[in-house]
């Protein structure tokens, strides 16, 4: 955007627009200006300041059908082109539906952008550096870390409908090296949140390098029948494999292995999932979704049952004409600035249990914990089956006495979230995705 268009010029052009039509028309406009610095074995690798513009459009030339236009440029003309753009693809339609009542808002907290100058960043990422590589002998490099600010915007402007919501967004990642006595490995963490006091800075930085050092010492596992720990870092790559079995279109379509489930009893009792798009300080929360319908928070397994799935307005309403009792709407997202509003989670995450991580490990005789796995983007969202390679540390009576690497873990998502036999009270998120330690009952490891 240019420096004379101010926000609220735009929005007066953009309202202007909308006044004038007599079909539906919707503008949706993401801002974000930022800086990001990244160091590559500590030197400066990259330090630049960002800001990245988006408009999509839907136009409704009847309730059913639209067109769909986009540009990246805020400038006047180039939101005309577009806007003309959207009113002739409407002739030919893309079936979808707009969303329409008063709604009432959720009120949210607001937090602050804290914006830190770069030299502030670089001094950070040194401070990062210099413990990592004083936390421990073996830890010999660090490979990369990254910092990035920056403050979002989102509007929608349609018929009666006036929409502006800010956030800030920060954002941590650290690789590490740990050498050992016949490997060395690497270790990523990371963080994403919209407060920068709980971005955790230091508190990753140390797992990340908890998890080298671990994963330094481990040799060829062999096959074992043993309890396994799912620490945060692990078990958010399950919830996000299994975030897809709850998108309501993919219910309806059949493509969910929990399409038939509703009401019944599938997980484990411990096992509380949330979608919550209102809480504040958590990551995709806002007053409302990609189509302006106001967001809330879901409670989708309760002590294991199956109690609801997510929709947005266009399948929300097929579910209700197909009978579905329980359909609640927010959870539209626009994966990319040229694609409709679909189904996505807001914050998915399973509730917190009342025991300690170390609590967990004493609770089994013998269990693995997983300190990484290969291969959890083939998890088959569909099936819900896994197949992956896995790495951990092998503990006796709450103690640790060998570390493997190489070992299979196969199994299903619905079979794996059913032999949940506590739950930590250490929730943690990465981005939208948050879960707590998880302790399943024996599972059987492949060496």
């Not at 694609?339 to 170390?358: C, D, H, M, V």
């Amino acid at each position: 955007m240019k420096k004379n268009y101010s926000k609220e010029k735009l929005i007066d052009f953009l309202k202007n627009l909308v006044e004038k039509e007599n079909h539906y028309l919707e503008f949706w406009v993401e801002i974000e200006r930022g800086v990001r610095v990244e160091k590559r074995e500590h030197k400066v690798f990259k330090k630049e300041n960002f800001e990245d513009y988006s408009l999509t459009i839907r136009y409704f030339d009847n309730k059913e059908k639209c067109g769909l236009s986009f540009t990246t440029s805020l400038e006047f003309s180039a939101i005309k082109e577009a806007y003309q753009k959207a009113k002739n693809l409407a002739t030919y339609g893309i079936t979808n539906k707009f969303p329409e009542g008063d709604f009432n808002y959720p009120e949210l907290k607001s937090f602050p952008f804290k914006k830190l100058e770069f030299s502030e960043i670089i001094d950070l990422l040194e401070e990062v550096e210099n413990k990592a590589l004083k936390f421990h002998p073996s830890i010999s490099q660090v490979e990369k870390c990254n910092f990035e600010e920056s403050q979002v915007e989102y509007l929608l402007l349609a018929k009666n409908r006036e929409l502006i919501w800010e956030r800030p967004s920060y954002t941590f990642s650290i690789s590490v090296i740990a050498e050992g006595k016949e490997k060395k490995v690497s270790s990523f963490e990371w963080n994403t949140t919209v407060e920068l006091d709980n971005l955790e800075i230091f508190e990753r930085t140390k797992l990340a390098c908890q998890k080298a050092l671990a994963l330094s010492k481990t040799k060829k596992g062999k096959s074992l029948k043993i309890g396994v720990i799912l620490p945060p870092f692990v078990a958010v790559n399950f919830l996000e494999g299994l975030s897809f079995a709850f998108l309501g279109d993919e219910v309806l379509k059949g493509r969910s292995f929990l399409k038939d489930k509703l009401g019944q009893k599938v997980f484990s009792e411990k096992v509380i999932l949330y979608d919550d798009g209102i809480t504040s300080s958590l990551f995709e929360s806002r007053p409302f979704d990609d189509e302006g319908v106001p967001q809330n928070k879901k409670v989708l397994v309760e002590k294991g049952v199956i109690k609801q799935f997510l929709f947005n307005t266009y399948w929300g309403e097929i579910a209700k004409n197909q009978g579905l009792e329980e359909v609640s709407l927010g959870n539209a997202r626009r994966d990319t600035i040229d694609s409709l509003p679909k189904i996505a989670p807001t914050n998915f995450y399973l509730e917190k249990g009342e025991s300690l991580p170390e609590e967990l490990l004493k609770m089994e005789r013998e269990v693995f914990e997983v300190l990484e796995t290969l291969g959890a983007h083939t998890i088959n969202p569909i099936s819900g089956d896994f197949s992956l390679g896995i790495s951990g540390i092998y503990y006796l009576k709450g103690e640790p006495v060998d570390y493997f690497c190489e070992v299979a873990l196969s199994g299903n998502l619905g079979e794996l979230f059913s032999k949940i036999v506590e739950v930590g009270k250490d929730l943690k998120f990465y981005g939208k995705v948050g879960s707590p330690t998880l302790l399943i009952e024996k599972l059987d490891l492949g060496g």
